[in-house]
């Protein structure tokens, strides 16, 4: 992972498990990194795709109803918009309209 979005992402979710409040060890890929293809993989590294966890909530984080928690809690806390993302294409490809 970039060094300076992870720099960002930490800053922004103040270090702390967006999950639970915990101090979060791992900068986690809401839209895995396997899902762009080798072409697009770079999208993938933005912050708009990327969330602080702790390990507990990283370890649970790999399913599709986490991965919609997520992607839900970064627009409605960060107003991100997805229909604007890059990447919505992969996002629509994974889970139908997303916005």
């Known amino acids: 992972m970039d060094k300076s979005i992870c720099e960002q992402v930490v800053e922004r979710d103040q270090g702390a498990c967006q999950d639970c409040g915990r101090v979060a060890h791992d900068p986690h890929h809401v839209i895995p990194k396997s899902?762009?293809?080798k072409k697009n993989k770079h999208?993938?590294?933005r912050k708009e795709n990327i969330i602080c966890l702790c390990?507990?909530?990283h370890n649970?984080?790999?399913?599709?109803?986490?991965r919609r928690r997520h992607l839900t809690l970064l627009r409605e806390r960060?107003?991100?918009?997805?229909?604007e993302q890059?990447?919505?294409g992969?996002?629509?490809e994974a889970?139908?309209?997303e916005g």
Request: aromatic residues 22%.
């Open 55 to 57: 390990r507990e909530h």
């Open 86 to 88: 890059p990447w919505t």
């Open 90 to 92: 992969v996002l629509g």
């Open 35 to 37: 899902w762009f293809g």
């Open 43 to 45: 999208l993938c590294e």
């Open 78 to 83: 960060y107003n991100y918009s997805y229909s």
């Open 95 to 97: 889970y139908g309209a």
């Open 60 to 66: 649970q984080a790999h399913t599709k109803a986490a």
